[in-house]
């Protein structure tokens, strides 16, 4: 088990704990599958809304948004599904790569990705089921004030009443307030109270309402902390990687000749047209240092390029994408490392209790099972002995009669 300060110095092993191939593999698996039923749901929504394929992805690519390009309701309704699905499927992984941090800061360092994934699944009801009961409460709160706003509109007790209940009603929306920044809290943290305290649904409900009363600085500036490195490790990881694409350019050219430098000019056009507004993003955000991270400028289309190019070129500009998509997920296991070393220190705080120490009920029954295992392994070998050994043969002699005297 390591051990932890259970303070802020905690926080930063997390860039740390995110750099594993296990965890990035894991996360990528999630947003990559998340991401599929996205995107299908996107563009059947805005071609619903009457745009054309190719219109759209000449706007936005691989990253369609209805709320960029005005759809009808009944669109946006497919469009709303499909960003549930991808949230559902956020949190599934993020249970997993918690489950997994938390193992592996118990020393379980042969827990596999599968048996996270399997754990996550058994716990799919409880992670959606904290988020629904959430939107429920609040929910229940909106219509309540939707009703008393029309029993306003009634003459005389309509506004007599409103009037005399202006304190309870301002009371409950300060109620409504903290719930929503409960429900803040909870749609980062759930992930991690149920992978470590294996809690239900309203169990995370309750220690999400518990950390974000009770500890409501330490959340800011623990989150804050953790944001900063999933940043920072982000941008140390694409700069690597670019730095890593600029040697690999290099020393091809040297071999390759030209030809290396059509094909990659070709898969940065592929690029380029895929996330059209990326290229903007960086420069708005990061200046020129956005060159080191993305591409430094537009890229046309090579004309003339024998077909092999281009199916190279489309090839490798794929494998760009991936890559992207790789420094994304070593970003979010980052953040998921580190919100569940927030939770376990705050945990720790409150409760005076090691997470890392609590009797586990997935370990408790793998260790059951094995001995089950080894119990049966020691009776075969006795079975067939058994089964080996001749029968014994019954005695048919007849015991004899006494004599007669």
Excluded at 64 to 82: H, N, S
Excluded at 87 to 97: K, P, R
Excluded at 223 to 241: D, H, P, Q, S
Aim: aromatic share 14%; with cysteine.
């Amino acid at each position: 088990m390591k051990e932890l300060h259970f303070n802020f110095k905690d926080l930063f092993r997390a860039a740390r704990l995110g750099f594993s191939l296990q965890r990035i593999w894991m996360n990528g698996i999630g947003l990559f599958t998340g991401y599929l039923l996205y995107i299908v749901f996107a563009y059947a929504s805005l071609l619903l809304g009457g745009y054309s394929f190719g219109y759209v992805w000449s706007k936005v690519g691989l990253l369609p948004c209805a709320f960029v390009l005005p759809v009808p309701w009944y669109a946006m309704i497919v469009y709303i599904l499909g960003l549930v699905g991808f949230i559902a499927f956020i949190l599934l992984t993020n249970t997993a790569i918690a489950r997994v941090v938390y193992m592996t800061l118990r020393d379980e360092l042969f827990y596999t990705w599968t048996q996270a994934y399997k754990f996550a699944l058994k716990k799919w009801i409880s992670s959606l089921g904290s988020m629904i009961t959430f939107v429920i409460i609040i929910a229940f709160f909106v219509i309540a004030a939707l009703v008393m706003g029309f029993i306003g509109r009634i003459p005389l007790v309509g506004e007599l009443g409103t009037a005399i209940l202006t304190i309870p009603y301002i009371f409950s929306s300060l109620l409504l307030f903290f719930i929503v920044l409960a429900f803040g809290v909870a749609i980062f943290f759930v992930p991690a109270i149920i992978a470590t305290s294996d809690e239900d649904a309203l169990g995370g409900v309750f220690q999400s309402f518990s950390i974000t009363f009770n500890q409501p600085w330490r959340i800011v500036i623990y989150t804050l902390i953790v944001g900063i490195l999933e940043v920072v490790g982000f941008l140390l990881f694409v700069a690597a990687l670019k730095i890593s694409y600029i040697i690999f350019m290099e020393l091809f050219r040297i071999g390759m000749g030209d030809k290396i430098v059509v094909i990659h000019r070709y898969a940065l056009y592929v690029v380029d047209n895929a996330l059209p507004s990326v290229q903007g993003w960086c420069q708005c955000l990061l200046g020129n240092f956005g060159q080191w991270l993305y591409l430094a400028a537009k890229h046309p289309v090579v004309a003339g390029a024998p077909g092999s190019v281009v199916i190279s070129g489309y090839i490798m500009g794929i494998f760009f994408l991936l890559i992207g998509g790789a420094a994304i997920a070593y970003a979010e296991a980052v953040g998921n490392s580190g919100l569940t070393i927030i939770y376990i220190v705050l945990y720790k705080i409150q409760e005076k209790e090691n997470l890392l120490e609590r009797e586990d009920d997935e370990l408790k029954e793998e260790e059951e099972e094995k001995e089950e295992k080894e119990i049966e392994t020691k009776e075969k070998p006795e079975e067939k002995e058994k089964k080996k050994a001749p029968p014994r043969k019954k005695s048919t002699s007849k015991g004899r009669r006494p004599k007669k005297e």
